[in-house]
């Protein structure tokens, strides 16, 4: 159900709740067999990035414990664009 996992991030991404559990939710779609669906989760991630310190974060962790994954691409493309967007950084 690709389609219903596309929405469902697209729409936790623009509700801006960073909460643990959402954060723990999007980042377990980052290993999705479906390219979609990884890309949308990444730019949900990116845009609770903007309101939340916490992302970033848990994207790093994320990132080491997937590091031999095919998949990792993902949220190394979602960190770039966190890390990259200064205007999106959060103070913390």
């Known amino acids: 159900v690709p389609q219903l996992t596309v929405q469902a991030a697209w729409?936790?991404?623009?509700?801006?709740?960073?909460?643990?559990?959402?954060?723990?939710?999007?980042?377990?779609?980052?290993?999705d067999n479906a390219a979609l669906v990884r890309f949308v989760v990444a730019d949900a991630l990116v845009k609770l990035a903007q309101t939340s310190a916490n992302?970033?974060?848990?994207?790093?962790e994320w990132i080491e414990q997937h590091q031999d994954e095919g998949f990792v691409g993902s949220g190394i493309d979602a960190l770039w664009e966190i890390v990259n967007c200064t205007t999106w950084k959060v103070n913390g």
Do not use: Y
């Open 55 to 60: 992302i970033e974060p848990a994207l790093v």
């Open 11 to 31: 729409a936790l991404g623009n509700l801006g709740n960073a909460s643990d559990k959402v954060i723990n939710a999007l980042l377990s779609k980052l290993q």
